[in-house]
């Protein structure tokens, strides 16, 4: 054990603020500000709150965000919010006049989550934050996501901290088409996706495995609609381990959506709230093996609120209990 891990925190972050709540996507969508209220109502009826280090969305996203999107692009989304239109691109990412402020927010959220896993303040971080960024490509707004929050993450660890080799892990039932393009080329960055297939955005075929020197670093592993906790978990097995004990990741980042769950009116899989903690656990031994347990978890999809709770509280609760 090194001199860094001996004075490393073991306790969980906690990236929240009611910010988040201002992002507005109209009447009955379901990506909507209930979304973290039911996670924040259950994590302290849970008594795990009271536990749980809270870290502030206080690092300037700005400069990182142009990492991943254009700065035409991050100017687009601003005039967009700003406009009263609605929307950024496409009806399906709904916007408001505030949004592109939250949307900053939710950046800085992750970006200060890193930051205080890198000080050893915490030894991992769930950020309950929106609006969601694994749909948003470089260049476009998509499914619900205006930036790619784990996309600018991973380059602010790259950049800012110094590490070589990320792994994204993204259990989404939709797959993050926007993370998976922004490094399908890219050798330090491992992105693995299990999603439901077919279902939106239409990619993440198993063939799809990367390019060039990044050939091999993108997993992409669909499953038909009604699978459940076993063909996740093995799909972790049989795919995520061996590749990511190859790869050596030096911080591991989590794109937790909880759609996959088995009452979620936006999908057809069947993984339960446990099965969420099992995958989380997973993902844990993972980070204790090559990455100092350096994991910061960020909310994606989810959208049952009850079916949400619990996930999330399995969620959590295995990132802070795990030795």
Same mark, same amino acid.
């Given at each position: 054990m090194s001199v860094e891990q001996v004075k490393r925190s073991k306790s969980t972050g906690l990236v929240y603020d009611d910010v988040y709540l201002k992002h507005l996507t109209g009447p009955g969508h379901p990506e909507c500000p209930e979304r973290l209220k039911a996670i924040m109502k259950r994590l302290e009826a849970s008594g795990l709150l009271k536990r749980l280090v809270r870290i502030a969305p206080s690092v300037?996203? *700005?400069?990182?965000?142009? /990492?991943v999107h254009s700065a035409g692009y991050v100017k687009h989304v601003e005039k967009s919010c700003l406009s009263g239109q609605g929307y950024v691109d496409t009806m399906d990412s709904p916007a408001c006049e505030e949004s592109y402020d939250v949307a900053l927010k939710a950046v800085s959220g992750v970006l200060s989550a890193v930051d205080a896993v890198m000080a050893g303040k915490v030894r991992n971080v769930f950020c309950a934050i929106r609006p969601p960024g694994h749909h948003a490509l470089p260049e476009k707004a998509m499914g619900f996501c205006l930036f790619n929050n784990v996309a600018v993450a991973a380059r602010y660890?790259? +950049?800012?901290?110094?590490?070589?080799?990320?792994?994204?892990?993204?259990?989404?039932?939709?797959?993050?088409?926007? /993370?998976?393009?922004?490094?399908?080329d890219d050798p /330090?960055? *491992?992105?693995?996706?299990?999603?439901? $297939?077919?279902? $939106?955005?239409?990619?993440?075929?198993? =063939?799809? /495995?990367?390019?060039? =020197?990044? +050939?091999g670093t993108t997993i992409n592993v669909p499953l038909a609609m009604g699978s459940c906790d076993k063909e996740l978990e093995d799909s972790f097995k049989v795919s995520l381990f061996p590749a990511a004990r190859k790869f050596k990741p030096d911080f591991v980042l989590i794109? =937790?959506?909880?759609?996959?769950?088995?009452a979620d009116p936006l999908a057809g899989l069947g993984v339960t709230a446990k099965g969420f903690g099992r995958l989380t656990g997973m993902v844990m031994?993972? =980070?204790?093996?090559?990455?100092e347990n350096r994991i910061v978890s960020m909310l994606e999809g989810g959208y049952g609120l009850s079916g949400l709770a619990d996930s999330v509280e399995e969620h959590v609760s295995q990132m802070m209990k795990y030795e």
């Open positions: 300037e996203p *700005m400069e990182w965000i142009k /990492t660890i790259q +950049k800012k901290h110094k590490l070589k080799k990320i792994l994204i892990v993204d259990w989404d039932v939709h797959h993050g088409n926007g /993370t998976h393009d922004v490094f399908y /330090t960055v *491992m992105y693995f996706s299990v999603h439901q $297939y077919p279902h $939106y955005p239409g990619s993440g075929i198993a =063939a799809q /495995t990367g390019s060039g =020197a990044g +050939k794109s =937790a959506g909880f759609d996959a769950h088995v031994k993972i =980070a204790s093996e090559s990455g």
